[in-house]
């Protein structure tokens, strides 16, 4: 019997994973293959931008009943939190909370990953880039710790709780281009609607605060099919997406384009070659043994 492919997402805060990569882990869920999220903190310095009557609930509860909702509409299999207390932006009081997670020692952070890495066993690993995808703190650091456990896991000299080394054969970073980010914010303004880069016309890439040059994208996934579950799954996180958000404001017309498409960086394994016009990966399995177990390889 084939192997079953298995995935495993690591994100800073409960809604990350469902803007980052709900696309692919609901792919995941369609296709057969086994899907993780590990959450490092429990987002307690987000806002309630949505204004919702918390009661009696603090923030951090309500935000854990919504990524269980997220997870549950995009088919994950299994939900780990990591024990961090969120960062929130540098500056700010959260930031210097000595249980924030930007200040967890990135070998003790690692070590907890790295045991749900060689319990997991996960073919394909994705956190965010070494930039934090936009600067978050919290983000940053998830990308070191996630670095240093996939090399403890693979690691058999260390000692995890008897667990057995794994050795992960991909690990990517999501990512988002900057061509494609330029014409998201032409395409909202266009239809009038708010875009997060503002309401001037942006005609160059230095003027975009995050994204990443097309040339780096090594893989391209269509989730088009999986579009109406991750923007389900975006809804859960309500307390995060106030009513003038793109996420919600985005015509369906426009939708495919935005969020249809979800695309990554191969930092660690070998890339399959690609079956695409533009020669990139169209599979986060491509080129591994086990991608043939759901029917595509690449």
Not at 132 to 159: C, I, K, N, Q, S
Request: aromatic share 4%; hydrophobic share 45%.
């Amino acid at each position: 019997m084939a192997e079953v492919p298995r995935l495993l997402c690591v994100h800073p805060h409960p809604d990350d994973e469902s803007i980052a990569c709900g696309g692919v882990l609901a792919l995941a869920a369609d296709r057969g293959a086994a899907s993780a999220v590990v959450t490092c903190t429990g987002g307690e310095a987000g806002e309630n931008l949505a204004g919702i009557d918390l009661g009696t609930e603090d923030l951090a509860s309500h935000r854990r009943r919504e990524l269980a909702a997220a997870l549950a509409e995009l088919g994950v299999d299994e939900h780990v939190w990591l024990g961090y207390r969120d960062s929130g932006m540098a500056g700010t009081p959260e930031n210097e909370h000595p249980e924030a997670f930007v200040h967890a020692e990135v070998d003790e952070a690692a070590r907890r990953l790295a045991v749900e890495v060689r319990r997991l066993r996960p073919h394909v690993v994705v956190s965010d880039d070494e930039r934090g995808t936009y600067g978050h703190p919290d983000h940053v650091h998830a990308h070191r710790v996630t670095v240093r456990a996939v090399a403890l896991a693979a690691d058999e000299e260390v000692d995890l709780g008897g667990l057995a080394p794994w050795r992960v054969a991909k690990r990517y970073v999501h990512a988002l281009a900057v061509e494609r980010l330029l014409r998201m914010h032409a395409a909202l303004r266009e239809a009038g609607l708010a875009s997060p880069f503002g309401d001037e016309p942006l005609i160059d890439v230095d003027e975009l605060p995050f994204g990443v040059p097309d040339a780096a994208i090594t893989t391209r996934v269509d989730v088009r099919e999986q579009l109406p579950r991750k923007r389900a799954a975006l809804q859960a996180h309500r307390s995060q997406i106030g009513d003038d958000s793109f996420f919600l404001n985005v015509p369906d017309e426009l939708a495919e384009d935005v969020f249809g498409w979800e695309e990554f960086v191969l930092e660690a394994g070998v890339a399959a070659p690609g079956t695409a016009d533009d020669g990139r990966e169209r599979d986060l399995f491509a080129g591994l043994d086990v991608a043939g177990a759901v029917g595509r390889g690449g």
